[in-house]
Antibody, heavy 120, light 109 residues
Framework: QVQLVQSGAEVKKPGASVKVSCKAS????????MHWVRQAPGQGLEWMGW????????DCAQKFQGWVTMTRDTSSSTVYMELSKLTSDDTAVYYC?????????????WGQGTVVTVSS | EIVLTQSPGTLSLSPGEGATLSCRAS???????LAWYQQKPGQAPRLLIY???SRATGIPDKFSGSGSGTDFTLTISRLEPADFAVYYC??????????FGQGTKLEIK
């Protein structure tokens, strides 16, 4: 079945980096953008950015420019999101979510989420 | 950046009643690319509606979306216990960032 499986929970110290993976299965990997969305404890959803799986092109929200890196490995149908210079404000659940390249059908499948805790 | 404002913040209703949730955009949403998601505690969001009014795969017709431009509505009929959750609207497909509203919590009265 169609699913996105994310890597496990991470605990990081302030100033460190974290890399979260999202492995797609059950569909044509190159037919869907992959977005990253995060949710701080008790808060709402925040869109971070997306990657085009064909070209590798990325775009992200202005607040994340310069410190979030999104990459993909088409051979393993996996996308990665790396966040650097972590602070306690980056403690959140990080989700990947797919969107079809054509058709404008929003984010129809989501990963299970990866909890990232930033603490000294 | 489009700012989405959802109202009310919390909606208290009883099972069997109908719910009306609002999402207002700070500027017109391109192509009416407005989505609604349901999120339950400890779970990832679930897509309900895309394109303002199209139901996602497997979503029952008790969920319906309407609106255009800057004003959008999610209507849920005949509330069941499983429907009590937090609902988010989101604009997508046009120029990023693809912002979300702050959410409406639908709780049992």
């Amino acid at each position: 079945q169609v699913q996105l499986v994310q890597s496990g929970a991470e605990v990081k110290k302030p100033g460190a980096s974290v890399k979260v993976s999202c492995k797609a299965s059950g569909y044509t990997f190159t037919a869907y953008y992959m977005h990253w969305v995060r949710q701080a404890p008790g808060q709402g959803l925040e869109w971070m950015g997306w990657i085009n799986p064909i070209s590798g092109d990325t775009d992200c929200a202005q607040k994340f420019q310069g410190w979030v890196t999104m990459t993909r490995d088409t051979s393993s149908s996996t996308v990665y999101m790396e966040l650097s210079k972590l602070t306690s404000d980056d403690t959140a659940v990080y989700y990947c979510a797919r969107e079809v390249l054509t058709g404008y059908k929003a984010f129809d499948i989501w990963g299970q989420g990866t909890v990232v805790t930033v603490s000294s | 950046e489009i700012v989405l404002t959802q109202s009310p913040g919390t909606l208290s209703l009883s099972p069997g009643e109908g719910a009306t949730l609002s999402c207002r955009a700070s500027q017109s949403v391109s192509g009416n690319f407005l989505a609604w998601y349901q999120q339950k505690p400890g779970q990832a969001p679930r897509l309900l509606i895309y394109g303002a009014s199209s139901r996602a795969t497997g979503i029952p017709d008790k969920f319906s979306g309407s609106g255009s431009g800057t004003d959008f509505t999610l209507t849920i009929s005949r509330l069941e216990p499983a429907d009590f959750a937090v609902y988010y609207c989101q604009h997508y497909g046009g120029s990023p960032p693809y912002t979300f509203g702050q959410g409406t919590k639908l709780e049992i009265k």
